[in-house]
């Protein structure tokens, strides 16, 4: 069996692990056990679904279907994120803004640099991997954004009584909560190679690419995933911040707990 034919019983076996997760959260009493069971369920059962859809996408290979698929993955990764930045008034919109200018901008490059053909076997996965990555960052760099403003009302409202603009008083805010999104991903980045091979270098040797192609193809992805999502996070505070301020520069009582 070559190592792309993965078989049910495979996919049984891997449960093993998943005991093994289970039995570390029993014996420290974590009580994790329920939501690592009923991850490893949606995981089997989302993944599947999704396998089934890609599988028609790919042999209709019609673009309409590939940007619909994109379109309910900026979707959901926009309500994910703003299930996380709870604290982050009227985050939605600025959120699907994000994602969709973030995996816009990383599809239309890779197309640009013919780095890939616009066919759905190669838009699909590069779309996910970005609008995940997008979703990530935002919503870390909202719920920090979101946190900061909540512990330093105080500061801020001092800075806008010295006569700040909102802008102003929620600069450094949005420095360090736009770092907070960046850091995983630079990271990963950083390590990439000799703590870990990416997804998509994975793939390309799996699937019988040189080492040197597959390493070309995922710096392409890197460099692009560093651009898109950095400009994902940046747009959905720059979207959100002002939330926080009333339209005279004052700053809003805080949103009651969901």
Do not use: C
């Amino acid at each position: 069996m070559s190592g792309s034919e993965v078989g049910l019983a495979e996919v049984a076996g891997a449960l093993a692990l998943v005991a093994v997760a289970i039995g570390v959260s029993v014996w420290e009493r974590a009580r994790l056990e329920g939501e690592i069971a009923v991850a490893a369920a949606r995981a089997f059962v989302q993944l599947t679904a999704v396998g089934f859809v890609i599988e028609l996408i790919f042999e209709s290979d019609r673009l309409v279907f590939v940007f619909a698929l994109i379109a309910v993955m900026v979707l959901v990764g926009t309500l994910t994120a703003r299930h996380r930045a709870r604290g982050v008034p009227g985050a939605f919109w600025p959120l699907l803004v994000a994602l969709s200018l973030a995996g816009a901008s990383t599809l239309g490059l890779v197309v640009a640099l013919g780095v890939f053909e616009p066919e759905a076997r190669f838009l699909v996965p590069v779309g996910g991997i970005v609008i995940g990555n997008a979703m990530t960052a935002s919503a870390v760099a909202l719920n920090r954004l979101g946190d900061e403003v909540a512990a330093r009302a105080r500061e801020i409202e001092a800075t806008l009584a010295l006569g700040a603009t909102a802008t102003e008083a929620a600069r450094t805010l949005i420095r360090s909560s736009l770092r907070s999104g960046m850091i995983p991903l630079i990271d990963q980045t950083k390590t990439t190679g000799l703590v870990a091979f990416p997804g998509i270098m994975v793939g390309s040797l799996l699937a019988g690419a040189e080492p040197v192609d597959a390493v070309r193809l995922q710096l392409v992805i890197l460099y692009a995933l560093l651009g898109a999502v950095s400009l994902a996070a940046l747009t959905a505070m720059a979207l959100t911040y002002r939330n926080f301020f009333t339209p005279a520069h004052q700053l809003r009582e805080p949103p009651e707990p969901q």
